[in-house]
């Protein structure tokens, strides 16, 4: 019955109009991120724990591979999206980061030290960060403006489902293989390689996909990048500077006393409602102003760190991390639409590179941040650190809006 009252309404139809009306290649780009996260997340649900228990890792080490290998991603961007500018073509280096990220799975299980671990994270990272502008690029080339926030969303909504399909597979394997963590490792690199073949089967990149440049990325190009973008750039920081590592959200389940079987199930319920809340978010972006969403998503990281940094059970950790990925639905498809609609056709690849460097680099310190607070005086200290820059980041986004010239103008429209 309420089915039925939400698909009659004109949300509902506009919601179910735009994902019917979704090209081909988003499905194909959605799908190929599924598979390639089931096979990350078995992997990373388990890593902070592997790294803890078994190799005898540090909070602060985990801190800082973990910022590194996702820094080491968002530089990368730069020069990839700026490369596929520069050729006017996306797939090549979409299947060549795909492929790299596929290569590197079965280091993880071999690992025998930290520094394997380490080694193992970069290069996946580098996969990352060579496919993550030129696909973020070519989803906006193969999408009408209109429907860009479900575009965004649907893909994240796929890759959402990936990453809680692998926590889950992570957790059913070792309960099977009674917590042979290396042997999980193994059979999460088969999904790895299906997601290559499917996107190198099943993506068509557009002739038209973009206006080649003449060089790579130059100031003179980068003068072109409008303030809005730049506005853009600065508040995707300050999110990532208020939201650390997932890692920690697995190192929070194992202490409060999770089974070490069951450690991963943070993760699923993390994606669990990211998934859900992905696509309707992002298709909501096509017609709400972004700062409401933007207040909304900072609001619920803010609880999700209240409630993370308080709890003394699995319950009150699993409400964390349900509010963590509500968090991540809101907010995550809408900085990629608004980086889409503020940059020029002809460098969208390198505004998502230097969109994602930008919050790597903050993503890095606020992981480095969080191990180091970890350490010296407790998790709780962690989460109550993560809350605090999201009020100061929901404080200043107000501020800036208020400030903004006119309710006419640009900088005011964005949001």
Known sequence: MSVRASNSSPSGQRTLVAWRALPAGIWALGFGSLFMDTSSEMIHSLLPIFMVTTLGASMVTVGVIEGIAEATAAVLKVFSGTLSDYLGKRKFLLILGYGLAAFTKPIFPLAASIGWVFTARFVD?????????????LVADITPAPLRGAAYGLRQALDSVGALLGPLLAVAFMIWLADEIRAVMWIAVVPAFIAVALLLIYVREPESASTRVKAPLTLADIKRLPLRYWLVVLLGAVFTLARFSEAFL????????????????????????????????????????????LLMGLALLIAADVVLAAAAGALAVFGGAALWGLHMALTQGLLSKLVADTVPAQLRGAGFGLFNLVSGGALLLASIIAGALWSAIGPSAT???????????????????RRAPGPKSQSSERL
Do not use: C, E, W
């Open 383 to 401: 989460f109550l650190a993560g809350a605090g820059f999201a009020a100061v980041a929901a404080i200043g986004l107000v501020t800036l809006h």
């Open 125 to 137: 990272r580098l996969g990352k960060g060579i496919r993550g502008a030129p696909r973020d690029a």
């Open 250 to 293: 697995v190192l929070r389940a194992q202490d409060i006393g999770l089974a070490l079987g069951s450690v991963p199930v943070v993760m699923v319920v993390m994606n669990l409602f990211y998934a859900a809340a992905a696509y309707p978010a992002g298709a909501a972006a096509d017609r709400l102003r972004p700062l409401a969403l």
